[in-house]
């Protein structure tokens, strides 16, 4: 089976939150390695250099530096021990399918552009599952008949 993942899972992974239990209780089910591209790592990668930003200009937002070097090197670990497994894409065939998506879907339903190339890279690499806690998102996955295990009510297919 091949799974992919988008940011908000490698968050819920890496930083205590809401659905980190339900992420990590998840991640140890697995027999496999999740799928990640270049893009999912750099947005995973630039939200925790942001938040680290957000703290430094006021205390009550983001998280310390520290706390965003302790995550990259934690995911950075999981890239080491095959927990994750970096998959090369060619960037034209992802852009194709998010345009698809994006035409038939952000109109009626609402999608942020990074919610659609994760859907769309999940796709090019012919992703059995899916991981995300977007409702939005997991709509869109399981509408290309990816299931959704982390959805919280899953959507029809």
């Known amino acids: 089976m091949k ?3 988008d940011t908000s899972f490698l968050c819920a992974i890496y930083r205590n939150q809401d659905n980190s239990e339900r992420a990590l209780t998840f991640l140890s089910t697995l027999t496999g390695p999740i799928q990640v591209t270049r893009l999912l ?3 995973f990668r630039q939200s925790t250099r942001f938040q680290a930003f957000r703290f430094r200009k006021d205390r009550n937002h983001g998280f310390p530096y520290s706390e965003a070097e ?3 090197a934690k995911l950075r670990q999981h890239l080491d021990e095959g927990v994750l497994k970096l998959v090369d894409q060619e960037l034209t065939a992802v852009l194709g399918i998010a345009e698809r998506l ?14 659609i190339l994760h859907t769309a890279a999940a796709l090019e690499l012919e992703a059995d599952a899916f991981l995300s806690f977007d409702g939005n998102q997991n709509a869109v996955a399981a509408s290309e008949g990816m299931s959704t295990p982390l959805a919280l009510h899953p959507p029809e297919r």
Request: net charge positive; no cysteine; glycine share 4%.
């Open 3 to 5: 799974i992919a993942a």
């Open 41 to 43: 790592l750099w947005e």
């Open 70 to 72: 302790r995550m990259i």
């Open 102 to 115: 994006s035409k038939t879907r952000t109109h009626t339903d609402g999608h942020r552009s990074f919610d």
